[in-house]
């Protein structure tokens, strides 16, 4: 139940940003030999909160001695096998498996509750026993979202509560990421649900439902972070003024996204903002501000609406018997522009995209694809994403700071007085041959806390060689020394 991991003595060293401001760091590996950590947080008990997405633990690690504890082991809760093949009879593997995480704002102060997500069950693809084939409906998963209270005698998790066990899954595009934000005299407990990669590799078939307000994919759902005592079931962890609330109550908030896999909120000049990170599919990965009821576009318009991607797809296929030109479930993009008037004013563009390409280059590339060739894109696949607001760092006040799995990096976003925009372009602190998920902030703001990927794959072609790197399945602290 208990194990300890210490810092390694010799990981001290001064990493310098490529930024032509140079701002250094003293890097430490406070915790080694993760199983593919997801998310971090930093909890107000004064310790690291992770989960390990293949291994279905939460643990509880002191940032200073490394010394972790295994306070929840989720594995009888995983209702299919860890890792057989498809030819002998096995079952996939979700993207992520235990994915978000989220602590009480009042932890320590008499609600010790903690917010796990995972996918918790595998289900046939279409009419296939066994497969994740494109030409049935690709892979079916499903995913809950559930509260345990902290026991400090026991130093374990006890009691789980389902918030909601009826979110679809899929071995690619979860989202996966929690977060709780206050407004309005109440807690929300907010999670990014992907479009489960409905067009693309196995689910090329999948039918694409970001659009559609009555399923969760493709989403930001909202919940209550306590339940309304005066409802039962699923509906007491439903807010009665979430947006799409008609005739039955919907957790969902916004909708038209990719595969969201950072949220943050920040207070910006009095008034409370929610950010997401979410990854494009050739181009024009997001920062997107999300607002109630609205539509942030995919797969009708990828990134800003600026029309690279007309005649295009968000995704395309090798298998030539799928639909469109394309052969794939994701409609054509005729006019990225004329979609976002059809929108109307419930369109939002990112406040930004990276690296947005032009449409010949994307042409290119999709052709590529569909002949069945592997070509590599320019992107930085955005995952964790932390709005930093400290003293330790004045200057970066009103900032958002992003990982990114490829190429990883840390970056710094700085936004305007008013929260809706960028003041400049994002300023990259750190690089470097590892892949970023997740980040936590110290309360001081002079430690950033990162988790990094112990695996080298992801669902599509971004690969890395897996003994280039010897920072996979760490916790990193960079300190910030001037």
Not at 28 to 43: E, F
Not at 253 to 263: D, E, F, K, T, V
Not at 265 to 275: H, K, Q
Not at 414 to 427: F, H, I
Request: charged share 25%; aromatic share 10%; net charge negative.
């Amino acid at each position: 139940m208990h194990k300890s991991v210490f810092p390694l003595s010799l990981a001290l060293l001064t990493v310098n940003a490529s930024d032509a401001q140079q701002q250094a760091f003293e890097q430490r590996i406070v915790a080694s030999d993760l199983a593919d950590p997801w998310s971090i947080s930093y909890g107000s008990d004064g310790y690291l909160w992770i989960t390990e997405s293949k291994t279905y633990r939460v643990c509880r690690i002191d940032p200073e001695s490394g010394s972790m504890t295994t306070v929840l082991d989720l594995t009888d809760k995983r209702l299919f096998p860890r890792h057989d093949t498809l030819d002998t009879g096995g079952k996939p593997w979700p993207q992520g498996g235990l994915m978000g995480l989220a602590l009480h704002p009042d932890f320590s102060s008499g609600k010790p509750f903690v917010y796990l997500a995972y996918v918790y069950k595998f289900e046939e693809a279409g009419n296939e026993g066994n497969g994740c084939l494109p030409d049935f409906g690709g892979c079916l998963f499903k995913t809950k979202v559930v509260r345990y209270r902290y026991e400090d005698h026991s130093k374990q998790l006890v009691n789980e509560e389902v918030i909601d066990d009826d979110i679809p899954g899929s071995n690619d595009h979860n989202g996966g990421r929690l977060i709780i934000m206050p407004a309005k005299g109440n807690h929300y407990l907010f999670y990014a649900v992907g479009d489960l990669g409905a067009g693309q590799y196995d689910n090329a078939g999948r039918p694409n439902f970001a659009q559609d307000p009555g399923t969760k994919e493709g989403k930001i759902l909202r919940y209550l972070a306590d339940a309304d005592d005066s409802r039962q079931g699923p509906g007491a962890w439903i807010p009665d003024d979430n947006p799409f609330n008609a005739d039955t109550l919907s957790p969902v908030y916004s909708i038209g996204h990719r595969n969201a896999q950072g949220l943050a909120w920040g207070n910006v000049n009095g008034a409370t903002y929610l950010y997401a990170s979410e990854h494009g599919p050739f181009s024009d990965d997001e920062i997107n501000r999300i607002e109630p009821g609205k539509n942030y576009g995919h797969p009708l318009i990828i990134g800003y609406a600026d029309g690279n991607y007309n005649g295009l797809a968000a995704g395309v296929s090798p298998h030539s018997h799928l639909p469109g030109p394309w052969n794939t479930s994701y409609p054509l993009i005729v006019s990225e522009q004329d979609a976002a008037a059809q929108l109307g004013e419930a369109y939002r563009d990112p406040i930004y995209s990276f690296m947005p390409s032009d449409n010949e280059y994307l042409l290119d590339k999709m052709k590529q694809i569909r002949a069945s060739e592997s070509p590599e894109w320019p992107s930085v696949a955005p995952s964790g994403l932390a709005f930093y607001h400290h003293e330790g760092k004045p200057e970066w006040k009103n900032s958002l700071l992003l990982t990114t799995l490829k190429a990883g990096a840390l970056y710094r976003i700085p936004l305007r007085p008013d929260g809706e925009g960028l003041a400049s372009e994002p300023e990259k602190l750190i690089e470097a041959n590892v892949r970023y998920r997740d980040i936590c902030i110290a309360p001081d703001g002079m430690k950033l806390f990162v988790i990094t990927d112990k695996s080298a794959v992801t669902s599509g072609p971004t690969e890395e060689k897996p003994d280039e790197s010897n920072m996979r399945g760490c916790i990193i602290e960079y300190r910030l020394v001037r």
